[in-house]
């Protein structure tokens, strides 16, 4: 198997998950991006903000498996 054929194997078993990580990505950035142009924050907190957009990732999506799993 050719690495060109790989990748399509791995964006058509993860396409989903692949569509929704960037959807996320895309609107935080977007949010951090336009507040603290309002606000006009120092940089620090800028990056500061985009890293805790990591942390937002996994608990918003181990929240929302545990919403999910709960009886």
Known sequence: ???LEAI???VR???RGMFVD?????????VVTIVFDLLK???W???LAMLGGV???YGF???LEAAKNEP
Do not use: D, N
Request: glycine share 4%.
């Open 41 to 43: 924050a120092p940089q």
């Open 45 to 47: 907190a800028y990056y």
């Open 22 to 30: 960037l959807v996320f990505a895309m609107a935080w950035v977007t």
């Open 1 to 3: 198997m050719s690495r």
């Open 55 to 57: 942390v937002a990732y």
């Open 8 to 10: 399509g194997k791995h």
């Open 13 to 15: 078993e993860h396409r």
């Open 61 to 63: 999506f181990w929240s």
